[in-house]
């Protein structure tokens, strides 16, 4: 991987976890055409809702759930991608035309993922098929926003990401996107 970025999520301050200690995300351009994304959630790994590992299927409403997340946008363009990752192996992809605004389904293969889990740990990797998305594949450089949303045992929700920007969890808003990767 080249001019590959190491960064650890924060919490939002107004969420709360007793059970995640640290998220942290590795990400890279892939060659030829892809963008490797790799998550590594650190706590009591036993007291979260991670589904178990099953083929790929894309799903919407990831988010409600644990759900690892990142957010494309090719240098400084309106239109960004959301994609959507679950333990599961389900994931999803939008593109949006503005914030939160005129989101469609691009056509895609699915994410290659891997899954390991231990008792303290709990890691996905995902690689994006860029060659698929044009205006991300041709871009000299990628902002992105990088997430999770974290169901614990008793169905509470942590929010994470590299930056928050609002009093409530916002990963749409275009602030959060402060990872910049070159071409």
């Not at 919407?60 to 990142?70: F, M, N, P, T």
């Not at 889990?117 to 698929?132: H, M, N």
């Not at 992105?144 to 949303?149: M, P």
């Not at 929700?157 to 009093?167: D, E, F, I, T, V």
């Amino acid at each position: 991987m080249n001019g590959r970025v190491c960064q650890k999520l924060v919490l939002h301050p107004a969420s709360r976890s007793g059970v995640v200690q640290a998220v942290e995300v590795a990400i890279a351009r892939d060659a030829p055409g892809a963008l490797r994304i790799s998550f590594r959630i650190a706590g009591e790994i036993g007291r979260l809702r991670l589904p178990a590992a099953a083929p790929p299927l894309r799903a919407d409403g990831l988010w409600q759930h644990s759900c690892l997340e990142a957010f494309l946008r090719a240098d400084d363009a309106d239109s960004y991608y959301e994609f959507n990752f679950s333990p599961s192996g389900a994931w999803a992809a939008y593109r949006f035309a503005g914030r939160r605004a005129g989101r469609t389904s691009p056509v895609m293969t699915a994410p290659a993922m891997q899954f390991d889990r231990t008792a303290g740990s709990f890691g996905l990797c995902a690689v994006i098929p860029l060659a698929e998305l044009p205006d991300l594949a041709r871009a000299p450089t990628i902002h992105a926003g990088i997430a999770a949303v974290i169901e614990d045992e008793r169905g509470t929700l942590s929010y994470w990401a590299l930056a928050h920007a609002a009093p409530e969890p916002d990963f749409h808003d275009p602030a959060t996107f402060t990872l910049v990767l070159p071409a």
